[in-house]
């Protein structure tokens, strides 16, 4: 099957399980998972989404979240967001002649109960906050990626004294998106605020316009560029209160002059004279930081970050640490919070092949395991978290101290002097050789995190292999999910319940659920 059909094909299989085009309010996906909002959850079918080949899993959040994995979400969700519009558009006209169509406002009366208790577990205020914040820098990976990658070449090619008529070309490549990052910041932003995004693009650049070299503020000259991603940040949102405000206040007839006018006016002014400095000194605290926190106690903050990396993961939390990553990439040129957070990565991979020997018999579970290691091994954690370890429990505890002993690892290098970095955010675990970067020499750096890798791997299968069970949790899953045909012919063609090793009878049969494909307590 082609790829395009192929994408076609899951985007129609996953629309009629989430309840078809009219229970689907918003379409939207990330790095891995295509986002959804529903008008009503009651609708989906969950366990038949879990059953499907293309689907890792399901997350539920403020939105519904199907693991599609990194490359293939990117790739359905196009196809199904065309599904759902060709859907609405041959839906039938209420009237005499044909059914009533089901209207947003009688679906979201149907789940309203049941969107109000989701909201009143997972939208707290700050939680809400840390995922606005996410939302305006996810759309920006793919190019912080291509554009670390092509500076991660230019500087293996500099080093090396190759071609160096082209070097100067990807220089400019690589760094033309990262000078005016700003812009687009503040452009997502007044998106995600609800504001015009152009304004907010606008009030953003004006960060990054040359001549504010020009000005002075707070007894200093400003500088292009100061204050970064955070001043964009608050430049923007400053933007969409102000435009709100005109709107209200602006008479109809000169809103298309006026209020334009003002929000980049006032917030332009606001920026120029207080938040560039403002942003500017979190900028340089967060740098110092970063840096004093790995100079002085590297190895313990490792252990601590690559520790609780994956339970942030798990709550979809991890994308809000993105403007510290930009910001240290802006003034650095890389950031080293992200290889050590990696290695949380590492502990999964590493507990997942623990549970695969632990459990022999279940091969169920182990077949999820080897179809999602190598997603693993390049850094995706979604299809091992919620196939394997979260639903077992334990392995999900065992795979955070793996992460934790490949942080501390790699923190203890960095305090030693030998720091690792990565020049863009969004891949981790192998995926991540191509954006390395350090202080002392593209080799070292790489023997470094390597090594992290390895003992993350180490960690997280000794502490899953050795303290991942309990004597219970053995007996329940390291059953035979599949009889042998000779057990089955000798049945007269019936499967008989499966029976746990060393015990007197049969156990209880298994309910219908896959333990692979549920993700228990999510």
Known sequence: MATEDKNRATAAAILPLVGGAANVASI???????????????????????????????????????????????????????LVEEAREA??????????????????????????????????????FLRKIA???????PALIGCGIIAGLNGLLVNLEWLPAVTPALAAMASGFMALIAMFVGYNTAKEFGGTPILGGAVAAIIVFPGVANIDAFGQTLSPGQGGVLGALGAAVLAVYVEKWCRRWVPEALDVLVTPTLTVLISGLATIFGLMYVAGEISSAIGTFADWLLSNGGAGAGFVLGGLFLPLVMLGLHQA???????????????VLLPILAMAGAGQVGAAMAVY?????NESIRRTIKSALPAGL??????????????????????????????GFVGLFNQLGDTVGSTAIGPSGWALFPLLDGNHGLGSTIAIYGAGLLVGYVAGFLATYFFGFSKDLLTEFNVSQ???????????????SATPPSAGGPDTPDPGTDPAKTPAGV
């Open 28 to 82: 939207a996906h990330c790095m891995t998972r295509l986002r959804l909002g529903l008008h009503d959850r009651s609708l989906v079918d969950d366990e038949a989404l879990k059953a499907l080949p293309a689907v890792m899993g399901v997350v539920e959040d403020d939105t519904y979240q199907i693991v599609l994995g990194p490359g293939t979400v990117a790739r359905v969700t196009p196809e199904f967001e065309q």
């Open 91 to 128: 839906a039938p006209a209420p009237g005499p002649g044909g059914p009533a169509a089901v209207s947003a406002d009688d679906l979201a009366a149907q789940g309203a109960a049941i969107k109000a208790q989701q909201k009143a577990k997972n939208a707290t205020p700050f939680k809400l």
């Open 135 to 141: 939302n305006i820098f996810v759309p920006l990976i």
């Open 321 to 335: 640490l993105i403007p510290i990553h930009t910001t240290l990439i802006e003034q650095q040129g890389y950031t």
């Open 357 to 361: 020997f632990r459990l022999p018999r």
């Open 378 to 407: 390049l850094g995706v954690g979604e299809p091992l978290i919620y196939g394997v370890s979260l639903p077992l429990g334990r392995p999900f505890i065992t795979a955070c101290v793996g992460g934790a002993f490949g942080g």
């Open 482 to 496: 599949e009889p042998a045909p000779s057990t089955i012919a000798a049945t007269g063609g019936t499967t008989p």
